[in-house]
């Protein structure tokens, strides 16, 4: 993902194919555990990138088919970040 624009409380975040993700901080807002997984390219880099944002990734879990991690964006909502499976070999 690549970071769109940012401040105290509101993020713009791009993801692969342009899709955007806008994080929100809502003080108010029950915690909660996001209904869907996201999907990075390198989840090494990935986690370091949002650990020297100051964003607290938990740590990496190595899986047998994704690696991942959950963080906790701004406005409460636990994401999980999965490692990507996808091949870069022709179809």
Same mark, same amino acid.
């Given at each position: 993902?690549r970071?769109v624009?940012? =401040?105290?409380?509101?993020a713009?975040l @791009?993801m692969?194919g *342009?899709?955007? /993700?806008v $994080?929100t901080a809502?003080?108010? #807002?029950?915690?909660?555990? *996001? =209904?869907f997984d996201l999907?990075?390219?390198d989840?090494d880099?990935s986690?370091?990138?949002?650990? @020297?944002? *100051? $964003?607290?990734?938990? =740590?990496? @879990?190595r %899986?047998?088919?994704h690696?991942?991690? @959950?963080l906790?964006e701004p406005g %409460?909502t /636990?994401?999980?970040?999965n #490692? #990507?499976?996808?091949s870069d070999?022709?179809?």
């Amino acid at each position: 993902m690549r970071l769109v624009f940012s =401040a105290d409380n509101f993020a713009i975040l @791009e993801m692969r194919g *342009g899709t955007h /993700l806008v $994080l929100t901080a809502d003080p108010e #807002s029950e915690l909660i555990k *996001g =209904a869907f997984d996201l999907m990075v390219e390198d989840i090494d880099a990935s986690h370091r990138q949002y650990t @020297e944002l *100051g $964003l607290k990734p938990g =740590a990496i @879990e190595r %899986g047998s088919i994704h690696d991942e991690f @959950e963080l906790r964006e701004p406005g %409460g909502t /636990l994401i999980k970040f999965n #490692s #990507s499976h996808v091949s870069d070999l022709p179809v």
